[in-house]
């Protein structure tokens, strides 16, 4: 028996001119099955056509497949509001760079960033003015990092930037630049703007502690932040 893993090799390609061959054959215009013979060879042929064409529809849907698998793992790793990396997907990347930094020695620092008093802006301007203000202030993050660093929403009016090779000393202009680039901000939700300030965490990973470790250092370096005064940074001890 013939193998094969085309599905149009199954049906016999060479089935096809060996019928036309007995169709053709002037010996068999007497046989009183031709016209039977004829009949089933033009529905082998459709039948041939038939699944050659579910072959090829069969190929596109496994495309589509792909492609909404992908798209929906990307979903799933975006904040719907701000278009930010979302938690899940940065508490990987900081377990990637975890593992990287301590095969290879290589620092990366975290900054965690804090809205102050953002209930406030709830409470004066409305939610939605709110939710438009965390949209805003997420395009002021992408504005003060490099392309290889990661923004990211960390929840509700938290944000969390990842700065990989970058120790802690490097990361402060960073951290200077999100407050200065935020108090010069007029958030457009509201007429007139809005004006808020931030207060930063910022704390570089040490090799020898766990990455929950050093987000348990940064979130205390950021209360440190609030409780000085806000609109300022704290550098995790």
């Known amino acids: 028996m013939r ?34 013979f004829t009949h089933l060879s033009e529905c082998y042929n459709m039948m041939r056509m038939q699944v050659n064409k579910l072959s090829i529809e069969n190929e596109q849907l496994k495309t589509e497949l792909v492609n909404m698998v992908r798209s929906l793992d990307l979903a799933s790793r975006v904040d719907g509001m701000t278009g930010l990396a979302n938690r899940r997907d940065i508490m990987e990347k900081i377990d990637r760079e975890a593992t990287r930094s301590q095969r290879h020695q290589r620092p990366f620092t975290i900054l965690l960033i804090n809205v102050d008093e953002f209930k406030k802006v709830n409470d004066t301007y409305t939610y939605y003015s709110g939710d438009d203000v965390l949209v805003e202030f997420a395009r002021v993050l992408r504005s003060c990092v490099r392309n290889e660093d990661i923004c990211a929403r960390w929840g509700g009016d938290e944000f969390l930037i990842l700065l990989p090779e970058t120790d802690s000393e490097n990361s402060l202009p960073v951290a200077n630049k999100v407050l200065e680039a935020t108090c010069m901000t007029e958030f457009k939700a509201n007429k007139p703007g809005i004006r808020i300030t931030v207060s930063i965490g910022v704390c570089e990973h040490k090799p020898s502690q766990t990455v929950q470790e050093t987000i348990s250092r940064v979130h205390q370096a950021l209360l440190l932040a609030k409780k000085g005064g806000r609109n300022r940074y704290i550098v995790a001890i």
């Not at 149009?8 to 089935?15: E, T």
């Open 3 to 36: 193998k094969s893993s085309d599905a149009r090799d199954c049906l016999g390609s060479g089935d096809v001119e060996r019928f036309q061959k007995v169709i053709a054959d002037i010996h068999n215009a007497d046989n009183k099955l031709l016209e039977e």
